[in-house]
């Protein structure tokens, strides 16, 4: 029995509560940097954009439209989203595997998306412009997957752990290949590395409609079969007894958290622990019904992410790549997170 915990008897509360938590994390953010902006002309601009109200922009300094949409905008946007798939992939990975530790890394797609940007980076491939490099980290994740499941099944059928062990192997190949790249890339090699650390620098809108995309379908297919989910975290013969198709529904849902990990791994490089982390604090707050769970993590991912690369982008002397602050400051707090809670037992 799936036991209601925290705010979990009050979802639609809880869920309009995050949703506006998000939207004022967003102006407060727009408005914060090099060029300080105030709320009210955060909110002027944005409605003008809407509505086409020119009475919107009087008393507005001209250069702040600019800044708003085509600056910080997409970029404050993307780190949301990106946020919010990762969290979501935390969720189901973790779900699926039945590991507490598992995250959208577990399986090397985080792997195979640095080996394909790598590459991309080392030949210098511009073919796509500034979208060359996504595109073959999102190859590079999407070709991982698949070897993966080609190499955990075994007669048409997919356990655990050897969707496991099975990415860490394939994980572990995909790294080392990683290192022979920055080894024989000379002078590319810093920006190969600074990739690999994870940035939302210079982010357009056509980032912003690809990501959201891509996530949103990514959250509706996970909402469908959360009930499926919370079955199949009870064993596979509880399930099968009670009529799901284990395999089916582990594949699917293996598929569009691995998606969607390789989407927001193309866009913005490596970033650590929001899949981990991010699950596992919503489930001591909203219970482990991931009807709940999903909405619950992908805002509150959103969130935190964009509050980190905030920090990153206006608050620090110096922009810190988002991937090591986001290691920085959730390596130890899982470490409390796990040393408090006893998380393994939510599993045993």
Not at 41 to 46: C, R
Request: aromatic letters at 10%; proline letters at 4%.
């Amino acid at each position: 029995m799936i036991k209601k915990t925290g705010l979990g008897g009050l979802p639609g509360l809880q869920t309009l509560l995050l949703i506006f938590l998000l939207l004022l994390v967003i102006i407060l953010s727009t408005g914060m940097g090099y060029i300080k902006i105030s709320p009210t002309h955060v909110l002027k601009v944005i409605f003008f954009k809407i509505t086409g109200i020119p009475k919107l922009l009087q008393g507005i300094d001209g250069v702040f439209p600019y800044v708003i949409m085509d600056v910080r905008l997409p970029r404050i946007l993307t780190s949301a989203i990106v946020g919010a798939g990762l969290s979501i992939a935390g969720v189901v990975f973790q779900g699926i595997l039945l590991n507490p530790l598992a995250d959208p890394y577990t399986l090397g797609i985080s792997a195979g998306a640095a080996f394909g940007a790598s590459i991309a980076l080392l030949l210098d491939i511009t073919l796509l412009g500034i979208y060359s490099v996504p595109l073959f980290a999102f190859i590079g994740a999407v070709a991982t997957l698949f070897a993966v499941i080609s190499l955990s099944s075994f007669e048409g059928q997919t356990s655990s752990n050897n969707l496991i062990l099975s990415g860490i192997i394939v994980a572990a190949i995909l790294s080392a290949g990683i290192s022979f790249i920055k080894y024989v890339a000379d002078e590319q090699v810093s920006i190969i590395i600074f990739w690999l650390m994870g940035s939302f620098g210079s982010k357009t809108w056509a980032d912003v409609f690809l990501t959201f995309l891509f996530v949103s379908t990514g959250i509706l297919i996970c909402l469908f079969f959360a009930r499926d989910l919370n079955i199949i975290s009870l064993g596979d013969r509880s399930a099968n007894s009670l009529g799901i198709e284990t395999n089916r529904v582990r594949m699917t849902l293996l598929v569009t958290a691995s998606m969607i990990t390789a989407v927001c791994v193309s866009v913005s490089g490596i970033i650590g622990f929001v899949g981990l982390i991010i699950p596992h604090l919503m489930r001591f707050i909203v219970g482990p019904d991931n009807r709940r769970l999903i909405p619950a993590s992908a805002l509150v991912g959103a969130i935190l992410l964009l509050s980190a690369d905030t920090i990153t982008r206006a608050v620090l002397p110096t922009e810190v790549p988002i991937g090591v602050l986001t290691a920085l400051i959730g390596g130890p707090f899982f470490c409390y997170i796990f040393k408090k809670k006893r998380i393994v037992k939510t599993y045993g």
